[in-house]
């Protein structure tokens, strides 16, 4: 049974940047790979990035790409999700989550934290 829980979160003005970070125990973390989501009020669960079991591989959608970056220090248990040049749209809760493989369905992901809010204020 994997653990997570984020922070970060917080309130910020458009342009502006935060990081959040995801540290994970009760289990492996390099056996997974790991993913952040966003939900917006009233809007379904999004994929935002997702990395590999040794960061070999990342995944950005569209949207984010060029302004986040996902990074993983497997020493520390921690993902991480830098965020530069946020956007109001952009506000929404952010979910770390736990696959046994890279991919971009909530689905397919075992393990959730609880969410960190991100609000981005025009």
């Known amino acids: 049974q994997v653990q997570l829980v984020e922070s970060g979160g917080g309130l910020v003005q458009a342009g502006g940047s935060l990081r959040l970070s995801c540290a994970a125990s009760?289990?492996?973390?390099?056996?997974?790979?790991m993913g952040w989501f966003r939900q917006a009020s009233g809007k379904e669960r999004e994929f935002v990035s997702g990395i590999s079991w040794n960061g070999g591989r990342t995944y950005l959608t569209d949207s984010v790409k060029g302004r986040f970056t996902i990074s993983r220090d497997n020493a520390k248990n921690t993902v991480y999700l830098q965020m530069n040049s946020l956007k109001p749209e952009d506000t929404a809760v952010y979910y770390c989550?736990?696959?046994?493989?890279?991919?971009?369905?909530?689905?397919?992901?075992?393990?959730w934290g609880p969410g960190t809010q991100v609000t981005v204020s025009s």
């Open positions: 989550a736990a696959s046994r493989g890279l991919q971009t369905r909530p689905t397919g992901y075992d393990y």
């Open positions: 009760g289990g492996t973390f390099g056996d997974y790979a």
